[in-house]
Structure formats: C-alpha cells, structure tokens
C-alpha cells in the first residue's frame, strides 16, 4: 500500500496558475504509475492525467490537455500538476492515485488514493 498527500489547493482567479504535489511513502514509489483525479460536487470523479512509472509516458483528459502537466520525481517520492490558465470549471476536490504497474486513466484500476485537495477557481 501506498499513502497518498496531496497539497497546493487553493482559491484563485480564472487565469491562473496552481501546482499540486503528492507525497508518496510506504512502497517503492517508482513502481507505481501515478494519476490525478477531481470531483465537483453533484459529479462524478473525473479522470485529469496520469504519468507512467517512469515519467516516460503520460496521458490527458481532453477538457486540461495544453493547460495542465503532470510530473513526477521518484527521488523526492512526489508527483505533480501544474495547472495554467485555470477555469471556474477546474473548480473540484482534486485527489491523486497510485497503481502498480501501467498507466491508466480509470478511477477503478487505482488501488491507493490521497484525501484530496480543493482548487477553487473564481470568474
């Protein structure tokens, strides 16, 4: 098992610039491909990106593609995403997720999950 925290959540205007960390203790960090998720309230969880093993490989929602990057650092044990040109839609509780294995984009096939962080994005 993988404990997950999450921090860098916070209020800010349309057009702006957050970055999330997830800290990473318990197993080998780098054996874990690595995800980002958010819910809204009254919405389902929404898969963000994810990021291989490695950092090799990574993968993008449609709706953050060009405005958000995933990272990772094995050495630190923390994966990252940093958010430009924020919108009042990004606005959720944004967690992230870890699985053994390869990169993957459903909320079901990640096993480990932070409490999340809330990004609140005003008009």
């Known amino acids: 098992q993988v404990q997950l925290v999450e921090s860098g959540g916070g209020l800010v205007q349309a057009g702006d610039s957050l970055r999330l960390s997830c800290a990473a203790s318990?197993?080998?960090?780098?054996?874990?491909?690595m995800g980002w998720f958010r819910q809204a309230p009254g919405k389902d969880r929404e898969f963000v990106a994810a990021?291989?093993?490695?950092?090799?490989?990574?993968r993008y929602a449609d709706s953050v593609k060009g405005r958000f990057t995933i990272s990772r650092d094995n050495a630190k044990n923390t994966v990252y995403l940093l958010m430009n040109s924020l919108k009042p839609e990004d606005t959720a509780v944004y967690h992230c997720?870890?699985?053994?294995?390869?990169?993957?984009?459903?909320?079901?096939?990640?096993?480990?999950w932070g409490q999340g962080t809330q990004v609140t994005v005003s008009s």
């Open positions: 997720a870890a699985r053994p294995g390869t990169i993957a984009s459903s909320w079901s096939l990640y096993a480990d």
């Open positions: 318990g197993r080998t960090f780098s054996n874990y491909a």
């Open positions: 990021i291989s093993w490695s950092g090799g490989v990574t």
